[in-house]
Protein backbone atom coordinates (compact mmCIF):
# COMPACT_ATOMS: atom_id res chain seq x y z
CA UNK A 1 0.00 0.00 0.00
CA UNK A 2 3.33 2.26 0.81
CA UNK A 3 4.12 2.06 -2.89
CA UNK A 4 0.53 2.95 -4.08
CA UNK A 5 0.67 6.01 -2.67
CA UNK A 6 4.83 7.13 -2.95
CA UNK A 7 3.53 6.22 -6.89
CA UNK A 8 0.64 8.11 -6.45
CA UNK A 9 2.38 11.31 -4.92
CA UNK A 10 5.04 11.23 -7.64
CA UNK A 11 2.59 11.13 -10.44
CA UNK A 12 0.87 14.33 -8.50
CA UNK A 13 4.34 16.43 -7.90
CA UNK A 14 4.38 16.23 -11.88
CA UNK A 15 0.87 17.66 -11.65
CA UNK A 16 1.93 20.47 -9.45
CA UNK A 17 5.51 21.06 -11.27
CA UNK A 18 3.27 21.93 -14.37
CA UNK A 19 0.98 24.05 -12.62
CA UNK A 20 3.39 25.82 -10.70
CA UNK A 21 5.90 25.83 -13.46
CA UNK A 22 8.08 24.66 -10.25
CA UNK A 23 10.30 22.85 -13.26
CA UNK A 24 12.65 21.49 -10.32
CA UNK A 25 10.10 19.75 -9.07
CA UNK A 26 8.52 18.50 -12.32
CA UNK A 27 12.17 17.27 -13.34
CA UNK A 28 12.42 15.54 -10.03
CA UNK A 29 9.09 13.07 -10.49
CA UNK A 30 12.04 11.52 -13.81
CA UNK A 31 14.58 9.66 -13.26
CA UNK A 32 18.00 10.83 -14.46
CA UNK A 33 17.48 9.03 -17.53
CA UNK A 34 14.11 9.60 -18.03
CA UNK A 35 11.96 9.50 -21.23
CA UNK A 36 9.00 12.06 -21.87
CA UNK A 37 7.11 11.33 -24.86
CA UNK A 38 4.39 14.41 -25.17
CA UNK A 39 3.77 13.38 -28.80
CA UNK A 40 4.95 11.63 -32.46
CA UNK A 41 7.08 15.07 -32.94
CA UNK A 42 10.80 14.57 -32.14
CA UNK A 43 10.75 17.76 -31.12
CA UNK A 44 7.69 16.61 -28.37
CA UNK A 45 9.92 13.66 -27.02
CA UNK A 46 12.59 14.62 -24.55
CA UNK A 47 15.31 11.46 -22.86
CA UNK A 48 16.74 12.62 -19.35
CA UNK A 49 15.69 14.35 -16.49
CA UNK A 50 17.67 17.76 -17.57
CA UNK A 51 16.02 17.27 -20.80
CA UNK A 52 13.45 17.50 -19.47
CA UNK A 53 13.72 20.28 -17.47
CA UNK A 54 14.63 22.69 -20.72
CA UNK A 55 11.60 21.13 -22.63
CA UNK A 56 8.80 22.07 -20.05
CA UNK A 57 9.66 25.86 -20.12
CA UNK A 58 7.47 25.55 -23.23
CA UNK A 59 4.74 25.98 -20.18
CA UNK A 60 6.07 29.61 -19.80
CA UNK A 61 3.52 30.39 -23.08
CA UNK A 62 0.60 29.94 -20.24
CA UNK A 63 -0.49 32.12 -17.79
CA UNK A 64 -1.47 29.40 -15.42
CA UNK A 65 -2.37 26.28 -15.86
CA UNK A 66 -4.37 23.50 -14.15
CA UNK A 67 -3.65 19.44 -14.25
CA UNK A 68 -6.36 17.20 -12.74
CA UNK A 69 -5.08 13.33 -12.51
CA UNK A 70 -7.81 10.99 -11.63
CA UNK A 71 -8.46 6.83 -12.21
CA UNK A 72 -4.44 6.12 -11.55
CA UNK A 73 -4.34 2.18 -12.01
CA UNK A 74 -1.07 0.50 -11.27
CA UNK A 75 0.17 -2.44 -11.85
CA UNK A 76 3.88 -4.13 -10.30
CA UNK A 77 5.98 -5.98 -12.18
CA UNK A 78 8.62 -6.52 -9.39
CA UNK A 79 9.51 -5.11 -6.36
CA UNK A 80 11.06 -2.42 -7.91
CA UNK A 81 8.92 -1.73 -11.28
CA UNK A 82 5.49 -0.23 -12.00
CA UNK A 83 3.36 0.31 -14.71
CA UNK A 84 0.79 2.64 -14.77
CA UNK A 85 -2.13 4.43 -16.33
CA UNK A 86 -3.86 7.56 -15.07
CA UNK A 87 -6.30 10.36 -16.42
CA UNK A 88 -5.35 14.03 -17.26
CA UNK A 89 -7.23 16.62 -17.79
CA UNK A 90 -5.68 19.75 -18.51
CA UNK A 91 -6.67 23.50 -18.11
CA UNK A 92 -4.41 26.04 -19.45
CA UNK A 93 -4.84 30.18 -20.00
CA UNK A 94 -2.48 32.05 -22.41
CA UNK A 95 -1.61 35.65 -20.94
CA UNK A 96 -4.47 37.30 -23.20
CA UNK A 97 -6.77 35.72 -20.88
CA UNK A 98 -7.95 32.93 -23.47
CA UNK A 99 -8.36 29.53 -22.11
CA UNK A 100 -8.37 25.67 -23.42
CA UNK A 101 -8.66 21.83 -22.10
CA UNK A 102 -6.99 19.12 -22.95
CA UNK A 103 -7.92 15.34 -22.42
CA UNK A 104 -5.25 12.57 -22.02
CA UNK A 105 -4.00 9.73 -20.82
CA UNK A 106 -0.77 8.88 -19.31
CA UNK A 107 0.93 5.92 -19.50
CA UNK A 108 4.18 5.46 -17.37
CA UNK A 109 6.93 2.93 -16.39
CA UNK A 110 8.45 3.77 -12.87
CA UNK A 111 11.24 2.33 -11.02
CA UNK A 112 12.30 2.17 -7.55
CA UNK A 113 15.56 4.26 -7.03
CA UNK A 114 17.52 5.25 -3.60
CA UNK A 115 15.46 8.21 -3.45
CA UNK A 116 12.33 6.53 -3.91
CA UNK A 117 9.70 5.75 -7.25
CA UNK A 118 10.51 7.55 -10.23
CA UNK A 119 9.06 7.72 -13.44
CA UNK A 120 11.36 5.89 -16.23
CA UNK A 121 8.96 6.78 -19.32
CA UNK A 122 6.12 8.58 -19.52
CA UNK A 123 4.12 8.89 -22.61
CA UNK A 124 1.24 11.46 -23.00
CA UNK A 125 -1.92 10.25 -25.44
CA UNK A 126 -4.43 12.75 -26.07
CA UNK A 127 -8.28 11.39 -26.29
CA UNK A 128 -9.58 15.06 -27.28
CA UNK A 129 -10.27 18.73 -26.31
CA UNK A 130 -12.13 21.49 -26.17
CA UNK A 131 -12.85 24.21 -29.13
CA UNK A 132 -9.61 25.88 -26.69
CA UNK A 133 -8.09 28.82 -26.60
CA UNK A 134 -10.82 31.40 -27.41
CA UNK A 135 -12.79 32.38 -24.50
CA UNK A 136 -11.39 34.82 -22.70
CA UNK A 137 -12.44 34.34 -19.03
CA UNK A 138 -10.15 36.87 -17.50
CA UNK A 139 -6.42 38.65 -16.82
CA UNK A 140 -5.26 36.09 -14.22
CA UNK A 141 -1.91 35.66 -12.23
CA UNK A 142 -0.33 32.33 -11.98
CA UNK A 143 -1.05 31.27 -8.76
CA UNK A 144 2.23 31.26 -6.57
CA UNK A 145 2.08 28.37 -3.35
Known amino acids: MQDRQEIADILHQYCR ?8 LLAGAFTEDGFLDIGPDPRLQTRGAGNIYEAMK ?22 DRARCTSYIMAWHETPDGHTGTMMGQYHDKLVRTPAGWRIAERQLRMSGND ?13 QL
Do not use: C, P, W, Y
Open 17 to 24: GMDLLDLD
Open 58 to 79: RMKRFSRSSHHLSNIQIAFESA
Open 131 to 143: AGFQTNVHKAERN
